[in-house]
């Protein structure tokens, strides 16, 4: 049991932190970013670059996945989606540029970095052993209170900073917003930065542990729209519920369910199903979107 | 009029290119070789160590002069087609290798594409080089396939017999990802490991295949301790995270795997928790790669900028074909004549040291030679390189 909690906990952290930002994106602009999974993976890439290769401090090599990624998603709003958003006011149309941005992404990474699994040495050694009863790496560890901390941080960070509230505001109702003088374009784009940075962060981080590759782009961009399916769309408390709720599911399935196969998954696929059918906005979201 | 001169030199000089290029363009005629396989998504390395093996070879044989079939020297094309580990797509693949008059075709990397395109392959007289075990490709009345690498079934026996008498392993645990390929591999890994009297402690845990965080997966394994943990059909991106949390789980046993590994990807994905680590490679350890062998590395390294250690094995199955079209020209376009050679054909293998044979095997396996005989080289993972454990030949 303690195993299967203290790997929920951390499961759901890191799951939480990288269905932030998509839901952010979401919440601003009413785009589905179908490229969130690649800008978790060039995150990644970004840290293995400098930590792994060029012997940055893991802090700096973390900073530059962050500053990286945000350059890069303020560029591809400023660029490409406030263009389509102009001049277009189908939702398919953003739909389609986040599609084959994931295709581009996947393309540059694959000749900038190639195919194959890139892995960090760790960055702290040794292993947590209560009595076998609980074993718990320390860098997943420190991965995991990292993670808490940066989602209380971006908490805090929508809660009171000027920023913040003005995002809140456009997500809440953009019409209204502007009327009250924010500079809608301005803060789209700060707000689609901050959700790539919030992928870059992650990938960052979590290429300590999983390493990376080219191909997770698409299979985590999936587990970040279930994780938002869950939790309400738009809402960043139910992307954090979200994210815990399938980190906790996927841990006790593992543990429970390992005798009968791979049936974590489909149990939880035919779970969101059922309760998507009963609650189509999920947990926290509202019915009229 | 000097504007005019210029344009009539520009337009002599581009004339004089363009005849001089095709001149050297069509010196030889070009050979067309296809591809399909799988060079996006997370299993891409493997596809992409196939491709990139048949281009780095290609390229060297036409900057050498070409290839001699016959009477003919041949500049050799390599047509490469993505199939996206998607059966459907495979067959695609398959029909456009069809259309451009392609009969050698390398691929496809799983079991599931090799047998979706068997019969767009025996219908337009496609001999074709899968890196898929399912016996049924190999064995009449099925034709047209020809394994490029050993099987699980063959060298997974060879493997636990080893550790059984050298190790003193008497205890095994499979895990395998999701998959037809890592699941059929297991199957045949508790088969093997059974009739050599090993006690199979867990069988039945399975991972999604884009799973990146594996201690859940493996805590219920450990539990069961056994000797050797055995990480069926396991793809070089999943590996080191599989051993990594393995080891830090407190596992002290062996962990293998039958299928063809990186060691720059287990250094950084793993690091010393990797040492010991127990693979099957192709020719490139220090022990019995040719000069030729390390030209072809050397090459591949040059044309990419990395070499994969999964082309050890990659290597061969564009060889193979270009040497069986040398020994009998005839197969060029007609794969009659080509399986007729298989049978008794036989050459020098290029890329191991001494008195290597290419040749076609499998008539133990399936009946019928429709394997080529890579070398069944198991490696051990050492600091960061492979080592040569042992050697042993398929039949």
Not at chain 2, 117 to 123: G, K
Request: net charge negative; hydrophobic share 50%; aromatic share 10%.
């Amino acid at each position: 049991m303690e195993q299967i909690l203290a790997n929920g906990i951390y499961l759901g952290a890191q799951y939480a932190m990288i269905a932030l930002g998509l839901t952010l994106i979401f919440a601003l602009m009413n785009v589905l970013n179908f490229a969130h999974g690649q800008m978790y993976v060039l995150g990644g890439f970004v840290t293995y670059t400098f930590y792994g290769q060029l012997g940055w401090p893991f802090v700096l090599a973390l900073l530059a996945s962050c500053i990286t990624l945000a350059v890069l998603g303020a560029l591809i709003e400023r660029f490409l989606f406030a263009p389509v958003i102009r001049r277009s006011s189908r939702e398919e149309s953003t739909m389609l540029l986040a599609a084959g941005l994931a295709f581009l992404f996947d393309a540059i990474i694959l000749l900038v970095f190639g195919e194959k699994q890139r892995g960090v040495p760790k960055i702290v050694d040794g292993v947590f052993n209560w009595d076998f009863r609980l074993i718990m790496p320390y860098d997943r560890i420190l991965i995991c209170i990292l993670a808490i901390l940066s989602i209380v941080s971006f908490i805090l960070f929508m809660q009171y900073s000027k920023t913040g509230r003005a995002l809140r505001a456009l997500a809440q109702d953009r019409t209204a917003a502007q009327l009250m003088g924010v500079n809608v374009a301005r803060y789209s784009m700060i707000g689609f930065a901050l959700g790539a940075m919030l992928a870059g962060l992650v990938g960052g981080l979590l290429v300590t542990i999983t390493g990376v590759n080219l191909g997770m782009g698409g299979p985590t961009s999936i587990k970040a729209f279930m994780m938002v399916m869950i939790g309400g769309a738009g809402v960043i408390s139910g992307a954090i519920a979200g994210g815990i709720i399938l980190g906790f599911l996927e841990a006790i399935g593992l543990a429970v369910l390992s005798q009968y196969g791979d049936i974590t998954y489909l149990l939880i696929f035919v779970s969101l199903m059922i309760f998507l059918a009963i609650r189509p906005q999920g947990l926290m979201g509202k019915p009229w979107g | 009029m000097k504007r005019r001169n210029l344009m009539k030199s520009s337009a002599a000089l581009a004339l004089a290119a363009s005849v001089l290029g095709s001149a050297a363009w069509a010196e030889n005629p070009v050979l067309k070789i296809g591809f399909v396989g799988v060079t996006s998504g997370p299993a891409a390395a493997w596809g992409i160590s196939n491709q990139r093996s048949m281009e780095a070879r290609a390229d060297w044989i036409n900057e050498a002069g070409g290839y001699k079939i016959g009477d003919t020297t041949y500049d050799i094309e390599i047509v490469s087609f993505d199939d996206q580990k998607d059966p459907k797509r495979a067959i695609a693949g398959m029909e456009k290798m069809a259309q451009e008059g392609i009969h050698y075709v390398v691929g496809p990397n799983v079991d599931d594409g090799a047998a979706a395109v068997r019969p767009v392959a025996e219908a337009q007289g496609i001999m074709y080089f899968p890196y898929a075990f399912p016996k049924e490709l190999y064995t009449a009345p099925a034709s047209n396939a020809v394994l490029g690498m050993v099987a699980n079934y063959q060298s997974g026996p060879a493997i636990y017999k080893y550790l059984k008498d050298e190790k003193g392993v008497t205890s095994v645990a499979f895990v395998a990802a999701n998959e037809s390929d890592p699941l059929s591999q297991r199957d045949g890994g508790v088969e093997a490991a059974k009739s050599l009297g090993l006690e199979v402690v867990s069988d039945n845990v399975t991972y999604q295949v884009d799973t990146t965080d594996f201690t859940p997966v493996l805590t219920p394994v450990m539990r069961t301790q056994p000797d050797l943990l055995v990480l069926s059909g396991v793809s070089p991106a999943n590996a080191p995270q599989l051993i990594r949390s393995a080891r830090e789980l407190g596992f002290q046993g062996l962990i293998s795997t039958e299928t063809a590994q990186d060691a720059t990807v287990l250094r950084e994905g793993a690091g010393d928790l990797a040492n010991g680590f127990i693979s099957v490679g192709g020719a490139s350890t220090p022990e019995i790669a040719s000069d030729d062998m390390k030209e072809f590395v050397k090459r591949y390294t040059d044309m990419f900028g990395e070499y994969n250690d999964e082309s050890n094995t990659k290597v061969y199955a564009l060889e193979y074909i270009l040497a069986t079209l040398n020994a009998n020209p005839a197969g060029i376009e007609d794969v009659t004549a080509f399986q007729t050679t298989m049978d008794t054909f036989e050459a020098p293998n290029p890329f191991m040291k001494g008195n290597a044979k290419m040749r076609y095997v499998g008539s133990t396996s399936f009946g019928q030679k429709r394997q080529i005989a890579v070398p069944l080289v198991v490696n051990v993972y050492q600091d960061g390189a492979f080592e040569t454990l042992f050697v042993a030949e398929v039949d």
